[in-house]
């Protein structure tokens, strides 16, 4: 059974810091596109950041581009997201959404379809 467990979440001060990861079983991630997906209570979902199977391309919102880094380590099963310089507005539930397909360019905006059962990150003082 394919699942996506994503932890790290939790409750950090303006400007900390927050590693987020996305692990997979039931399947390796190595020939998967993976994403990263907030909503916050009362928005929409929106996307986050994209790895390509590779690690060879990512892309980021522009809402979190310079502060947030992802990556993967196919030999771990693992992806991570790097959140650094958090703000208020960053406080929501994170997914991780994987999907089979080799692009050479990832779309934060794409429509994956696995999906984890989120964290929580909240940003307050």
């Known amino acids: 059974q394919l699942q996506l467990v994503e932890s790290g979440g939790g409750l950090v001060q303006p400007g900390g810091s927050l590693r987020l990861s996305c692990a997979a079983s039931?399947?390796?991630?190595?020939?998967?596109?993976i994403g990263w997906f907030r909503q916050a209570p009362g928005k929409e979902r929106e996307g986050v950041s994209c790895?390509?199977?590779?690690?060879?391309?990512?892309n980021y919102a522009d809402s979190v581009k310079g502060r947030f880094t992802i990556s993967r380590d196919n030999a771990k099963n693992m992806v991570y997201l790097q959140m650094n310089s958090l703000k208020p507005e960053d406080a929501a539930i994170y997914y991780c959404?994987?999907?089979?397909?080799?692009?050479?360019?990832?779309?934060?905006?794409?429509?994956?379809?696995?999906w984890g059962q989120g964290t929580q990150v909240t940003v307050s003082s």
């Open positions: 039931g399947f390796t991630l190595d020939s998967y596109l």
């Open positions: 790895i390509s199977s590779s690690g060879g391309s990512t």
């Open positions: 959404a994987a999907d089979k397909v080799l692009v050479s360019l990832c779309v934060v905006e794409y429509k994956y379809d696995y």
